[in-house]
């Protein structure tokens, strides 16, 4: 039976999914979060606000980081290039 190279899941600090991640780590399949900016609707969260005001960053820089430093293949989406521009510097 063949495995899933790649499993893509809604995955975010306030949304990790901690089982099925070690789920896939455990079989060697990578995951890729979707909406790891929440859809927009946690970017004021005073937590990230916090950690962005700590580091010079945007929330969304911050939400970016997270993914990228659990390991999780990160697909944020914008219609603007000078916002994709400034996710993509995330840290």
């Known amino acids: 039976r063949e495995?899933?190279?790649v499993n893509q899941?809604?995955?975010s600090p306030f949304c990790q999914e901690v089982e099925l991640r070690n789920?896939?780590?455990?079989?060697?399949?990578?995951?890729?979060g979707y909406s790891p900016l929440t859809r927009g609707q946690r970017l004021n969260h005073p937590c990230l606000a916090s950690i962005g005001r700590k580091h010079g960053r945007s929330?969304?820089?911050?939400?970016i980081?997270?993914?990228?430093?659990?390991g999780i293949?990160?697909?944020?989406k914008t219609t603007h290039r000078e916002r994709?521009?400034?996710k993509l510097a995330s840290w």
Request: with cysteine; proline share 9%; charged share 10%.
């Open 9 to 11: 899941i809604e995955v």
């Open 84 to 86: 994709l521009l400034g």
């Open 65 to 70: 980081r997270w993914a990228l430093q659990q």
């Open 23 to 32: 789920f896939c780590r455990q079989r060697g399949i990578v995951v890729m």
């Open 73 to 76: 293949v990160s697909i944020p």
């Open 3 to 5: 495995l899933p190279a």
């Open 59 to 63: 929330p969304a820089q911050v939400l």
